[in-house]
Each structure stands twice: as C-alpha cells, then as structure tokens.
C-alpha cells in the first residue's frame, strides 16, 4: 500500500492567435509581425478572469494546505509568467510566496507550452536550461526535476532533459507506455529518474469530480484518501493542471473544500507527502528500468500524441507550425525565431482537437477553444488559424 | 420634449468622422478625401467639436488639433502606413482588419465616454464600405458600455464600391443610411435599404473667381484652340475613352482641341492613353512642380501645348484645377456612373462649363447650368460642342446659372439638410437625454 503522495500541478495560460488572421504589412519588423499574430486583449481577458476565480483562490488555499502538511511541486509555463508580469505582477509575488515555501518545489516545464521537442531537439534541451535559470532569478529556487509540454515523454526526449542536467521527469502512467508495470514505482531510463503519474487517480479529480453522471459523484476527501492509500506499490504520483482548482471545477462544485479537508484525512490514513524531488530522493536507490520507445506518451485524450495529431486540421496545422519554425531559424533572426516559439505552442493543437470528431475528448477540446472564436464557425476557425501561420511565413520572407 | 431630442448644438452635440480618406496628400485618392475634408472643416467651423478618423500620413503626429482644437485628426493605422508610402488604399486589408479591431475600444473610451459624461450627444458619421463594419462594433460597444442612446450612428455610401462586402441587414439596424444623390438612393433599393439623401457640397472658397491672371494667361496661350480638361479617376465610369475619342474627333473635324487631363494610377489609364495615340493625338505627360506655385503649374502645361493630349501625371493644387475649370471651354466630368459627380459641382462653382453625365448629378439642369451627357456616344459630346460654339449666349448663361446652382450646395448648406434629418433619426435610434 502506498504511504507517499507527490502532487504535482503546472500552471499555464496559452498565447491565443488572434482570429480572423489579421494580415501582416510587407517588410513588417518582428515587432509589427507579432502584435498581428496574438490577440493579448483576448489573452488579458482571459488570463484576469482565470487569475480571479483559479490563481488568487487557488494559490491560498495551497498556501495554507502547505502549512498543514501537504507538499505540492510546481511547474510554470514562462507563457502564464509573461502574462502575470504584464497584467497582474502581484499575483506572481503571491507565487513567489507559495514557491517560497520549504514543501513546495519548482519544477521546469517548456518555457512556451510548446511542442519544440518534436521539432528540435537540441534546442528543447537548451530552452529547458535557460527556463531553470529563469525561473531561478524569479522565484529562487531550481528546478531539478522537468516536466514537458502536456507531459510528452518518449526515448529522445528523456535523453534530451538528462543530457541537460535535470535528475528526474515525468509521464503519464498509461498501460501503453507501462505494460505490466505499475505507476506507483519511480523508474528511471537511461539515467533519467522517472516519476509515472497515476492517471486514473489524477483524473478522479482533475476531470471527474464534478461529473454527475460518474459514478464515484460526489467525491469526498475520506474516499480519496481512502482510495489513495489502498492503492498498491511505494508512492501515488498525481498531477493535475492549476486551473483544476476553480477553473475547470468551479468553487461551487465543493473542490475547494475537498482539497481543505484533505490533508486530515492523509494524515489520518499515515500517507506522507513528499515533493517531486523529495520522492526521487527517496526512492532513489529503488527505481526500476523503463523502456521507452520513440512515440511519445501524454497526459491528453487516451495519453498518445492523436489527441494532438489526429485529425487533418491539426495535422495540416503542425505542417505550418515545422515550416514556420524552420523558416524563423533561417532568418537567423532571434526575435523572429522567439515569434515562432510561440506559434508552435501545443495549445493550438489542442483547441482544435474536437474538429471532426465528438465525445468526451472533443469536448474539452472545445472548452479551451476561445468562445469568442465560434462566431466563424468551425471550418473559418480552421481556415484563419492556417492564415495566421501562413500571414507569418510569407512575413519572414524579407528576412531569409 | 417635443421631437424627442434638443435642437443640436455645439453646446450640446459633437461629430466624430470616420472614413478612410483623409486631408493629408497620403490620404487623398479620390472625392472621399475631399468631402471629408470639407465637412469636418464646416463643421469645425460651425462651432461643433468634431474629430476626424483616418488612414493618415505615417509621417505626420497621430493627433492634431485644428481650428483652435475644435477639429481634431486621429491618424490611424500608421503602423501600417508606413509600410505602404505609396497611399491610402495601399495595404487596404492591414489597414482595414486595424481599424476595425483597434478602433471601437479606442472610440468608446476616449471619445464617446467623455462626451456623453459631459453632456454632449456624438453623432457618427461613417463613410463608405471600408467603415461599415466598424460602425456595427462601435454600435455594440456603445450599447454595451449603456450609451447607446446618447449617440446617432450614420453611414454614408459616396459609391458602389464593394458593396458586397457589407452586411446590410447589421448595418441598417444599427444605424441610418444616407447616400449623395436620389441615383444612389434607387441602386440601394435594389439592395432592400432605403437611404436618405444628404448631397455632397462645395467650399465657400470655391466661389471666389480664380486668379483672373492665371485664367487669361491659359486661355491666352491656347488662344485659337478649343480648351478641354477632365480630372478623376482612370476607371472606365469616369468614360475616359469617350473623351478622348471626342477630342479625336473634334481634331479630324478642325476644332483644333487641347486636352488637358489628370488621371490616376489605375491601369485604365493605359488603354485611354493607347486609344488616344491610336487615333492620332499626340500624348504628351507633364510633370507640374510640387508646391511652387499655380504660375508655375500653368507655365509647365503651356510648355506643352504643341501635345494634342496633356497628360499630367502629378499632383495639381486647388488653384490650379479652378483656373483650367474656369479658363476651359469645357469641363469634360461625362461619366457614366456617378453617385454625386463632386468635379462636376466644382466647376460649376468656378463658373465652367461643366458636361456631366446622367446619374447621380441631381444638381444639373442641361444646357440650364451645365450639359448633361446622356449617353457613352463621344458624339454627343463633339454634337453639344459644336452646339456652344455656335451660340455664346447659351456658353455665358450656363457659366453664370453653373455657379447659382453651386451656391445651393455649400458644405454649410449640406450640414443644415444633415442637421435637419437627425432628430427623425433620434427617435428612430432610441435617443433620449
């Protein structure tokens, strides 16, 4: 029976597109280009009303949950920091202070939220150095442990974060990638410690808790922790998105007070909790071999890259998004390559998902689509996200 | 109170144009420029606070105040401009996708909010497609921000000009239409709106005779030559080719004629040009020096005069388009889709004969104030020519009833029609104190 608890949550906002495409003069600087690109009325919207009802709430309740026991590890996305910087620099200092705290530790994700690692290697390696050293200056700590962008692992990707210097990460505990295995174990591959997450167990919260129609519906803390404990093996690895807490699961649906009656019940049930870097201290010396293969596992959809890659409009997407990557890098030009860093961010993959398709995944797909967004349709939201990328490789062309 | 809104004032109302064209030489493509220029200006002049948004010179401050800060210029899009020198209309898209994604924030907080807080009802005079969906946004942020009813939302249609594009039914139901000429009013029907029509007007200035130096030295120098002129657009409504083919004509028949011309950058220019060497003129492009003065205009022009065709291909002054519309024998603005007919006003006010086409040029009475060309025959033109050769009474009367008729279309005159019309429209917005 599993007596530690690691609880991990990224927090991220994306960088919104902005739709119709707006076109982009000829001969524009980087500086013209972008604010054609990103629509930041809508990001700031969106990022304030977040902030309101998820950051502020959501970070003292871990604050205090944090003083009762709880441990909790912490990734940003430089995305969600950039926005905190230009709109709200006093949640960032409230941040710094839940940061701050001796049971919270940071963790490095993919400063964009970006699929770089499937485009370039090398260069995801070097961005997730210079993110731990961000993140450093920012908050005072670093981060020692990576996760990726929506939790993406495969063989080349964990030799990419152990070549640069990080001691652990992290994926989605699915049978796919596990087989036999269980994921209450730390495994390592290659020289990488790794800390598979407990997907059914993240998801009772992460998605299901205020799922009337599930089964386990109302969950309380006593039967999570309950359920948490009786799970078999060394340690419970949950991760969860920030904005599980009255973002995705509004105040009213109880998670708040869920989560304050949690640490009781753990500590009831004898579960320690332990950060990200606490568990892979811990079991260290008892982690076990994991093969990776080369397609890469995610914590989306079903936990394989389709949810991303799965339908023709993603795929044509992540076409422009390789061409404008690359064009960028032939400029040779780092604030034209900084632009495309964005463009490649996994959230316009992800918003477009429920294309074609219906069900569950679709439909939380479709909830992160900007609601303003559907006034085009389905098809002119297709249509305009193309031009967004198009409008920005045909502006590179000055620069090549 | 009766009427449901106060009578407007300065003291209690201020404009806000909105329109692509603009008073800058950047801004200047066509009659819009024009019009807006003037309105804003009487306007201003009348005492109303008036701002003018448009696609300005990228060069020149985003803001300025004018007529002791009573007209005040927003240049939009300049971001954008200064990637297109070559004018308005250039990067027409960028522009347009700015303007209507910038400018309804911009417009409600910094101008409809202040105004309405003081008091003052805005009236919004939007021109032209390019406008059309911006007023729509402007309308929404405007209900949405609660002052809605402290505002009249007006578009205005100079054109037909992609008229495709424009969503009718959003439009209309947010604001009135107006159009320039009853021409206009009858093709919008077709469209299922109903426009009032509110014409376009003249500058006072307009009245004053040109320099009678600068007339006689033009007349004097063509003397025994039959003076022509024609300024617009190189667009097959302006019926440039039946122009020329009348002056062709006019040549083969011993009329001896002159042409003095200004077109635009449109590639019809190319095939007019072509038709005119094709029959035999000889086409000769002029340059006038930028800025030195209409002596110096008229003295490049004379330098030319052996060309049958004067093809001027840069900017002329006021000064200079008044002294060829009164010194010329004929004003040739013959076209054959005019929603207003703007140079044809004009000329009438220099006291020119004017031969204008049949549509949208309520103002003109044939062989009355001016010649009303009905058809695209150029042989009615040469037929009309002869005619005025032929009777120089007929020549004088026209001259004289030409600027009578203008006079009735003052830009004052046409903000008093405007003001006329808005407390109907009031009631019919929803405006109340």
């Known amino acids: 029976m599993a007596e530690y608890l690691a609880i991990y949550c990224v927090a991220h906002q994306p960088r919104r597109v902005k739709l119709p495409a707006q076109p982009i003069p000829r001969g524009a600087s980087p500086e013209d280009i972008e604010r054609c690109l990103f629509d930041e009325r809508m990001n700031e919207r969106y990022f304030r009303k977040v902030a309101q009802w998820c950051y502020y709430p959501a970070t003292e309740m871990w604050l205090r949950l944090l003083d009762r026991g709880m441990s909790l590890s912490l990734g940003f996305s430089l995305s969600l920091i950039r926005q905190m910087q230009r709109w709200d620099p006093a949640l960032l200092q409230l941040f710094q202070r839940l940061v701050a705290h001796p049971r919270c530790e940071l963790v490095a994700v993919e400063p964009y939220h970006s699929f770089l690692m499937f485009i370039d290697l090398p260069y995801f390696g070097q961005r997730m150095r210079e993110a731990c050293e961000e993140l450093e200056r920012l908050f005072g700590k670093r981060p020692v442990v990576a996760d990726t962008t929506e939790m993406a692992m495969s063989d080349p990707i964990c030799d990419t974060l152990r070549r640069a210097g990080f001691r652990a990460g992290m994926l989605d505990g ?49 039967t ?37 009656h949690l640490p009781d019940e753990l500590q009831k049930r004898g579960i320690t909790c332990l950060t990200v870097g606490g568990a892979v201290e811990q079991f260290w010396d008892r982690s076990y071999e994991l093969p990776l293969g080369p397609f890469a596992s995610t914590w989306a959809g079903s936990g394989g890259m389709e949810f991303f890659l799965g339908n023709s409009a993603q795929q044509a997407l992540f076409q422009l998004m390789l061409a404008a990557y690359n064009k960028a890098k032939l400029t040779g030009d780092p604030k034209l390559l900084d632009l495309a860093l964005w463009l490649i961010q996994s959230d316009n993959l992800h918003l477009i998902q429920w294309y074609g398709r219906a069900g569950s995944e679709a439909e939380v797909s479709a909830y992160f689509t900007p609601q303003e967004w559907w006034a085009l349709g389905p098809h002119g939201i297709i249509w305009e996200q193309q031009c967004v990328y198009r409008n920005f490789i045909a502006a590179l062309e000055p620069y090549v | 109170m009766p009427g449901g809104i106060a009578d407007i004032q300065p003291t209690n109302a201020m404009f806000v144009v909105i329109s692509f064209e603009g008073p800058d030489r950047y801004s200047r ?14 306007l201003a002049t009348q005492g109303f606070t008036t701002h003018l948004i448009f696609v300005g010179d990228p060069a020149l401050p ?16 300049q971001w954008i401009s200064k990637y297109y020198p070559e004018g308005v209309y250039a990067g027409e898209d960028a522009k347009l996708y700015d303007l209507n994604d910038s400018l309804p924030h911009y417009f409600f907080h910094e101008i409809a909010r202040p105004a309405v807080a003081a008091g003052k009802l805005v009236i919004v005079l939007a021109e032209e497609w390019h406008t059309a969906e911006v007023l729509c946004r402007i309308s929404d942020a405007l209900y949405y921000g609660g002052i809605r009813h402290r505002a009249i939302l007006l578009w205005n249609a100079n054109n037909v000009f992609s008229f495709h594009r424009v969503n009718w039914g959003r439009l209309s139901f947010v604001s009135a239409l107006l159009t320039v000429s009853k021409y206009m009013k ?81 590639p019809h220019g190319g095939e007019v040009l072509g038709h005119a060497r094709g029959r035999g003129l000889r086409v000769q492009d002029v340059w006038l020096p930028d800025g030195a003065g209409v002596d110096r205009e008229i003295e490049a022009v004379i330098a030319a005069q052996e060309a049958d065709v004067i093809n001027i291909k840069s900017f002329v002054s006021e000064e200079f388009k008044r002294t060829c519309y009164a010194a010329a024998d004929a004003t040739l603005a013959n076209s054959g889709h005019e929603p207003f007919g703007i140079v044809g006003l004009e000329a009438m006010a220099s006291g020119g004969v004017t031969f204008v086409g049949a549509t949208g040029e309520d103002y003109a009475i044939s062989f009355e104030n001016s010649i009303v060309v009905e058809t695209d025959d150029p042989e009615e033109i040469v037929g009309y020519i002869y ?3 032929d009777h120089p009474r007929v020549v004088e009367r026209v001259r004289a009833s030409a600027r009578e008729t203008a006079r009735r279309f003052t830009w004052n005159d046409v903000i008093e029609n405007l003001l006329g019309k808005l407390r109907y429209l009031a009631v019919v917005q929803g405006v109340h104190a």
């Open chain 1, 174 to 222: 699915r049978p796919w990638v596990l087989e036999w295995r269980e994921s209450t174990h730390l495994y390592h591959h290659g020289g990488l410690k790794l800390l598979p997450r407990h997907f059914e167990l993240s998801d009772d919260v992460g998605y299901r808790f205020s799922n009337r129609q599930w089964p386990g519906y109302p969950l309380m803390a006593p």
């Open chain 1, 224 to 260: 999570y922790a309950h359920w948490l404990r009786e799970a078999w093996g060394d340690l419970v690895f949950l991760a969860w998105d920030y904005e599980t807490f009255g973002e995705h699961h509004s105040r009213d649906t109880g998670i708040f007070e869920f989560m304050e």
């Open chain 2, 29 to 42: 493509a066509g009659g819009l420029g024009e019009r807006v220029t003037e309105l804003t200006d009487a």
């Open chain 2, 62 to 77: 985003g803001r300025e105040e004018r007529l002791d800060g009573r007209l005040i210029l927003h240049r939009w899009c």
């Open chain 2, 186 to 266: 009858h093709v919008m029907w077709g469209l299922g709106v109903n426009p009032l029509v509110v014409p376009n007007g003249v500058p006072e200035r307009f009245f004053e005779p040109p320099d009678p130096a600068g007339v006689a030295r033009l007349r004097q120098a063509f003397e025994g030559n039959l003076l022509l002129f024609k300024i617009g657009r190189f667009d097959p409504d302006k019926r440039w080719i039946m122009a020329v083919e009348a002056v062709a004509r006019l040549k083969e028949r011993g009329a001896r004629p002159k042409f003095i011309i200004r077109g635009g950058i449109e």
């Open chain 2, 387 to 389: 005619f005025l050769s």
